[in-house]
């Protein structure tokens, strides 16, 4: 058991020191995800506070995708493992965020209406 641990944290790991950011297209499981934590931020009414928040860290996007490979071992007690390598792999790519941000926006309109 301690040896999965230790390879779960070493997985975490692997890239957190990367330096270049993927630059591949976000396809349709990337665009399922942020869907799925985007209704769940328009359920909470945060939409406005999670756009402000968003565009205002969008240039650092890359370094955010880093922490969460560091912080990785951690947030696999609590969360989805594959979601999570998903979600910090989608946010490497430059455009990962502008359309989160359409993705929130579209979700706020058609819960107004």
Known sequence: MSQSIL?????GF????????????????DILLLER???QVVKRRMTE???LLVESCGPMNFIGSQVIHFLRPLLDL???TKEIERLSIILEKRNSLPL?????????????K
């Open 7 to 11: 390879k779960r944290f070493s997985d």
């Open 14 to 29: 692997k890239r957190a020191f990367t330096l270049t950011p993927g630059e591949g297209a976000i396809d349709r499981e």
């Open 37 to 39: 934590i985007a209704a």
């Open 49 to 51: 506070p999670a756009i």
């Open 78 to 80: 609590s969360c989805n």
């Open 100 to 112: 989160f941000v359409k993705i929130l926006e579209r979700m706020r309109d058609e819960g107004a």
